[in-house]
């Protein structure tokens, strides 16, 4: 199984930005593609954004698309969720994911490995 540990969250205003990291260990980081997921409170968590193994693939949800952005730095064995203009509604606890293999898994199911997640407050 690969380690991963994210980081970057915070308490931001509606419409700033944040970028979180995941940082992985344990694995060859490049065998595995990547994804993001969020809870908000009282609600089940979603999916947010993918990146395959060699980046040169992504997909993000309808409701963060043209504001969020996966990228990934094998060398650094980390990927990160770039995330502009952030509203209240993107509150919640931010995870990272890994799955061995091809493709761009968006369903929880697929991924394998999960990070504790990272806590993203936007205030109003």
């Known amino acids: 199984q690969v380690q991963l540990v994210e980081s970057g969250g915070g308490l931001v205003q509606a419409g700033g930005s944040l970028r979180l990291s995941c940082a992985a260990s344990g694995r060859t980081f490049s065998n595995y593609a990547m994804g993001w997921f969020r809870q908000a409170p009282g609600k089940e968590r979603e999916f947010v954004a993918a990146?395959?193994?060699?980046?040169?693939?992504?997909t993000v949800a309808d409701s963060v698309k043209g504001r969020f952005t996966v990228s990934r730095e094998n060398a650094k064995n980390t990927v990160y969720l770039q995330m502009n203009n952030l509203n209240p509604e993107d509150t919640a606890v931010y995870y990272c994911a890994a799955r061995q293999g091809p493709g761009i898994p968006n369903t929880e199911n697929s991924f394998k490995s999960w990070g504790q997640g990272t806590q993203v407050t936007v205030a109003s």
């Open positions: 990146i395959s193994r060699g980046g040169a693939y992504t």
